[in-house]
């Protein structure tokens, strides 16, 4: 399992102060050293810093970067690509990376070692702690009360169910990085989770006089014991104190469904104590206004002129995934901007307009509603755009959202196209390992290490550390997937090459030429 550390910067958190004199401490930087913080672990930040829209948000707000700067680092694909580019081209002085150093303090990922590991740190962090195991026993440098990001193992058992969340940590505070699912554990646990749908309980919810307000989750504890869960929700409690009165809990088991009382609520989690698990979910009391934290999804289709999805939906991973998936499946490319800032008030109905004469866009308005599986958006119809263009969400009392939507966003790219392979390699993985055989996980070994995408050492581990196909077909794709978008295209190439019947049954796109 993949696991990083992060610092969540809500309530109960360290300050900036002290934490930046805990990690000074622990990297051996001091304030005067000649080459600043920032310069010197550069590479560090790049590959391990997360949280990339936070740490934009603050540095707009302190006029560190400007709207401009902030749109062209937000329009890049990965965290990577983000955090270079905010480096190497807005942070031009003393100030500014002092500023920077504050808030990726604030954010920054340790990488889970243990006392044998060789990741690299960062400059000037002593060996001794690295044998002494502290970045790998958390409890010695993250102080209890600090939500520790980690990111969970993903298993797709059936390509027709949800994907299966694994989890395992110590005892501490936790938070899960996919579903923002909390957890408080006094000892070593590990769970799973799959997110369900609403859908099925729409109905039932409504003769209650309740809405969905967070994820539906079902939670089965494999070891151990959660003393403490705390269920993420999107309702926004910050205008009106009044409707943290209004908030319970789906409890759905063998008996039927159940609505539970709540007893503590924050800005974005509930909280269970001593929580007995079954399919559980955070709802709100229908009946009066309710405002929402909110995200803006966009997707570019394959149709020969300029035409966008724009989705607007409640800050819930599980649509947010159901939508990906669904517009992935079409061949469609995900084009991402920031996410509003304010939260905005369901069923209120919301227009989308663009800067530019030519552009159609229908419906004229979208009412702003929670749709678990089929959720309505906004089609933009630009015949033939040659220029950025801007977007904008409005309701009756002005703009909630914009963004610039630039030619890189829409012009079809050898850069597209390469994306796209690692895309659909990800969407794909879960049929693959279903239904690749043996054989073939051989041959595209061997095809793989002749284009020397793989070594002889990688070849080796993926054969003798699993035994069988389907742990030696997500091993090999998960391999070539962190090797970027040019190996991606090749086993797509070979794959072809190899059982070009599966590859169409998949849908498989052509790949490379090898």
Request: aromatic residues 8%; contains cysteine; negative net charge.
């Amino acid at each position: 399992m993949s696991i990083r550390y992060t610092l969540n910067t809500e309530t109960n958190m360290l300050s900036s102060n002290e934490f930046n004199k805990s990690l000074m401490s622990i990297f051996s930087l001091g304030p005067t050293s000649e080459e600043h913080f920032v310069d010197k672990n550069k590479d560090y930040l790049i590959h391990d810093l997360r949280n990339i829209e936070h740490i934009l948000d603050e540095l707009l707000n302190k006029g560190v970067i400007q709207q401009e700067s902030y749109d062209k680092i937000s329009a890049l694909s990965t965290s990577e690509e983000k955090i270079k580019e905010l480096i190497d081209g807005h942070l031009k002085t003393v100030g500014s990376k002092d500023i920077f150093q504050d808030i990726a303090m604030e954010n920054l990922t340790v990488l889970h070692q243990g006392p044998d590991s060789s990741s690299s740190m960062p400059s000037g962090t002593d060996d001794q702690y690295l044998k002494s195991g502290i970045f790998w026993k958390t409890t010695m440098l993250i102080p209890s009360g600090v939500w520790i990001q980690l990111e969970p193992e993903v298993n797709c058992v059936d390509s027709e169910d949800a994907p299966i969340y694994s989890l395992q940590s110590d005892a501490g505070h936790f938070e899960c990085s996919v579903s923002g699912l909390r957890w408080v554990c006094k000892e070593k646990v590990s769970f799973k989770y799959q997110f369900g749908s609403w859908e099925e309980h729409m109905e039932r919810l409504e003769t209650m006089h309740y809405i969905p307000g967070g994820p539906l989750l079902d939670i089965t504890v494999v070891a151990g014991k959660l003393d403490e869960a705390h269920l993420p929700h999107w309702i926004c409690t910050k205008d009106n104190p009044t409707i943290l009165t209004k908030f319970a809990v789906l409890h759905i088991g063998s008996w039927g469904d159940v609505v539970e009382p709540v007893f503590e609520v924050t800005p974005s989690h509930v909280k269970l104590s001593q929580p007995i698990f079954s399919p559980r979910g955070v709802l709100m009391r229908a009946g009066f206004p309710v405002k929402i934290n909110c995200k803006v999804l966009i997707y570019k289709t394959k149709k020969a002129f300029l035409t966008l999805h724009v989705f607007l939906i409640p800050r819930d991973p599980a649509l947010q995934q159901t939508i990906k998936n669904k517009e992935l499946s079409s061949g469609y490319k995900m084009i991402e901007k920031p996410y509003p800032v304010n939260s905005l008030k369901m069923r209120d109905r919301f227009i989308l307009t663009a800067d530019m004469d030519t552009a159609e866009i229908y419906p004229e308005k979208l009412k702003l509603v929670y749709e678990g599986s089929d959720p309505n958006f906004f089609e933009v119809f630009i015949e033939s755009p040659d220029n950025q263009f801007q977007l904008t969400m409005t309701h009756g009392s002005g703009p909630v959202w914009t963004c610039a939507i630039r030619k890189d966003d829409y012009q079809n790219t050898a850069g597209d196209i390469q994306v796209m392979y690692e895309e659909e390699l990800a969407k794909v993985r879960c049929k693959l390992v279903a239904t690749v055989s043996r054989e073939l996980v051989n041959q595209l070994l061997d095809d793989l290490l002749e284009d020397r995408v793989l070594n002889e050492g990688e070849k080796d581990s993926i054969l003798q550390e699993n035994n069988t196909s389907a742990d030696r077909a997500r091993c090999l794709i998960d391999t070539v997937r962190r090797k970027g978008h040019e190996a991606s295209g090749k086993i797509f190439t070979h794959l072809r090459s190899r059982d070009p019947t599966l590859s169409a049954q998949l849908g498989l796109p052509s790949g490379r030429p090898v």
